[in-house]
């Protein structure tokens, strides 16, 4: 079965520099879901987008941005990059639809991992 | 906002044996997930729970959510080595009209199974 993909899986970007990251939810699935990873942390919440508008926002910085395209693929870029920007950029989607409240399953892509040096 | 504590952060046992893993929530849960983790890996989904009571199964894996809803136990049996891993539980907050929902997730269990 088709998951959720995620392109590119390492980039390496120096500081200040711009990245762009993609994600490929699974077919159909109507919602995607951006988290950020630190080394050794659990998963944070950065922003969501639910048929392409986006939905709820977490823990993203100003100098990040996203967006969901008609495909319903999606883009973070992430600007003026800092060293703590390294991390393990992960991608979910899910179908919520008409959904039942918490009758959704979220899957996840593999992640980019983004070092900045 | 809701808070979940995972017990034991790491846990070393030998193949074969038995073991739990336990997830703490500080409000109700309308939806916990299971998840682990490979090391710099993706997060792979194994189950999904909702209502009070309910039992899930996969392979050798078994996850449960309690009656009231605030508490999640993930316990596999006969531990293999493939098993080793973090595993994650993540709770779905209250769907809330027009926004989509994300996780919020527990701080993991480090799994270690020694051959």
């Known amino acids: 079965a088709a998951g959720v993909i995620q392109s590119p899986r390492h980039l390496i970007k120096e500081k200040r520099e711009t990245a762009t990251l993609k994600c490929y939810p699974i077919?159909?699935?109507?919602?995607v879901y951006w988290y950020q990873q630190g080394p050794g942390q659990d998963p944070q919440f950065l922003i969501s987008?639910?048929?392409?508008?986006?939905?709820d926002k977490g823990s993203i910085p100003d100098r990040f941005s996203a967006q969901q395209f008609s495909d319903y693929h999606s883009e973070l870029n992430m600007s003026s990059l800092e060293l703590g920007d390294s991390a393990l950029y992960f991608c979910?989607?899910?179908?919520?639809?008409?959904?039942?409240?918490?009758?959704?399953?979220?899957?996840f892509g593999q992640g980019t991992r983004l070092t900045v040096v | 906002s809701q808070e979940l504590e995972q017990s034991p952060q790491s846990l070393i046992v030998q193949e074969g044996k038995n073991l739990t893993i336990n997830c703490t929530s500080s409000?109700?849960?309308?939806?916990l997930y299971w998840y682990k983790q490979k090391y710099g890996e993706g997060l792979i989904f194994l189950m999904m729970?909702?209502?009070?009571?309910e039992e899930k199964s996969h392979e050798k894996i078994t996850a449960k959510l309690d009656e009231k809803k605030q508490q999640s136990s993930l316990h596999i049996t006969a531990s293999q080595p493939s098993h080793a891993g973090i595993y994650l539980c993540g709770a779905v907050p209250p769907i809330s009209s027009g926004s989509a929902r994300q996780l919020t997730f527990g701080s993991g269990t480090q799994l270690t199974v020694l051959p």
């Open positions: 987008f639910y048929e392409k508008m986006q939905s």
């Open positions: 979910a989607s899910s179908f919520l639809g008409a959904s039942i409240p918490g009758n959704t399953e979220a899957f």
């Open positions: 077919p159909r699935h109507d919602t």
């Open positions: 729970l909702q209502k009070g009571g």
């Open positions: 409000k109700t849960l309308y939806g």
